[in-house]
C-alpha cells in the first residue's frame, strides 16, 4: 500500500474511500501490529470511531 492510498482514504469525510483490496491490506496490517479498529457506535471510553491497542491475551489463551 502507498503511502498516497493512506492519505487519500485519511482526507475522506464520513466513510472511508478507497479499493476494498487496499482497505482490506490496511485492516489486516493494523490487526497484525496488535491494533483493534473502533466502528462508529462502538463502546469506547473516549466516544467515537478510531483505534486502540488490542487487550493482550494471556500465556495460552487464542482469541479465536
Known amino acids: 500500500v502507498y503511502k498516497r492510498q493512506i492519505q487519500r482514504m485519511e ?3 464520513g466513510q472511508v474511500r478507497g479499493n476494498v483490496d487496499t482497505l482490506m491490506k490496511v ?4 490487526d497484525r501490529a496488535g491494533l483493534e ?4 457506535g462502538t463502546v ?3 466516544g467515537g470511531r478510531g483505534v486502540r ?3 493482550k491475551i494471556p ?3 487464542s482469541n479465536a
Do not use: N, P, T, W
Open 59 to 61: 500465556a495460552g489463551e
Open 11 to 13: 482526507a475522506s469525510d
Open 44 to 46: 469506547s471510553s473516549e
Open 37 to 40: 479498529l473502533i466502528g462508529e
Open 27 to 30: 485492516v489486516e496490517a493494523l
Open 53 to 55: 491497542l488490542k487487550a
